[in-house]
């Protein structure tokens, strides 16, 4: 049975003077616009927003730095824990506070799952483990040494994001040292993995993001590739589907209800401004053809943002963090006239 795809990915445009290598070929209407939202209490201050979750209410888990912040690659991360509370739970219409928790646990987050039994799943490339959590916080495993580095079964080497299958098995991405996706039983036992530091089919460079499908397809963000590779419960490779934008990064993927993939890519090289150019939206077909891309303002402009990760909820609307700017984003439908 073939599976057809329809990914949407938040973009921001190259300016007309850019090399033909670099201009974004927009296809179709910008069917968002920009909400205002969230609204945080005024004394909260807000870090990289770098993992954001969906939960069975429909709203919304955030997974921030709060005052710490990741600038490059090599840079020695502290060795103390983050003092403020690091996942912020808000309301889906409002973007109020509702909850939030994880003060004094981690030391880099990076990114975070909502299962579809509003457990909690969060990666730390500082402490080199995965988490999973109940919603409001309850500590049910853990996985990999603390702030021990590995390519074994029981080790990670900045692990990036999990992935959970309808069956309550997971897949990491593994991630920015090790260039691997490994899978594991519900109950957390090591099944296998695949994947090595490469450009070819099976090979990545930064897997960062998974979704899996309703078809238990495993989608991963071969960010530093800007490609989306497919593979089935195996790890048997399916196909890429490549960003039609020449730039540097896809770091995230997301699937909505209708089934469609939606992802982010990000250009770090300075236009005229000498401000970045960013990140945007936009949606993919099976043909690697992208269509209705925007950037941070819902606008056809790139602006200077960096999105790290994307949500959607069910009625449509989409959700990015920008690391950058230390702010999320939300955007809901236009509605059809």
């Not at 990914?7 to 190259?14: G, K």
């Not at 039983?185 to 530091?197: N, P, Q, T, V």
């Amino acid at each position: 049975m073939k599976v057809f795809f329809a990914v949407l990915i938040s973009l921001c445009l190259l300016s007309c003077n850019e090399s033909k290598k670099t201009k974004a070929d927009i296809r179709g209407q910008i069917n968002y616009e920009l909400v205002k939202w969230p609204q945080l209490p005024e004394e909260f201050s807000l870090g990289q927003v770098n993992g954001i979750g969906v939960d069975t209410s429909q709203n919304i888990f955030l997974f921030h730095r709060a005052e710490r912040r990741w600038k490059t690659l090599n840079e020695v991360f502290p060795d103390t824990p983050i003092s403020a509370n690091t996942i912020l739970l808000l309301d889906n219409e409002s973007g109020k506070l509702l909850k939030s928790w994880g003060a004094n646990l981690f030391i880099m987050p990076h990114g975070l799952t909502v299962d579809k039994e509003n457990n909690v799943w969060v990666t730390d490339v500082g402490l080199q483990q995965i988490f999973k959590f109940t919603h409001d916080g309850k500590l049910l495993m853990t996985l990999g040494v603390a702030k021990v580095a590995g390519n074994d079964s029981l080790h990670f080497n900045y692990p990036t994001d999990v992935a959970v299958a309808n069956d309550g098995s997971f897949y990491v991405s593994d991630g920015y040292r090790n260039s691997r996706v490994v899978k594991f039983s519900k109950k957390g036992k090591y099944l296998f993995e695949w994947g090595k530091k490469g450009d070819k089919p099976g090979e990545f460079n930064i897997p960062h993001s998974l979704a899996i499908d309703e078809n238990n397809i495993i989608y991963v963000a071969d960010r530093q590739n800007n490609r989306v590779q497919l593979f089935d419960t195996a790890g048997n490779f399916i196909k890429e589907l490549k960003n039609d934008v020449h730039v540097e990064q896809l770091p995230a993927v997301t699937i909505d209800n209708s089934n469609h993939l939606f992802a982010v890519d990000y250009d770090p090289t300075k236009g005229a401004d000498s401000l970045v150019k960013g990140s945007t939206i936009f949606e993919i077909d099976s043909s690697s053809h992208s269509k209705g891309r925007f950037g941070a303002n819902a606008s056809p402009n790139r602006t200077s943002c960096w999105f790290h990760d994307i949500a959607f909820d069910k009625k449509g609307n989409v959700y990015v963090g920008d690391i950058k700017g230390l702010k999320v984003f939300k955007y809901k439908p236009k509605k059809s006239n």
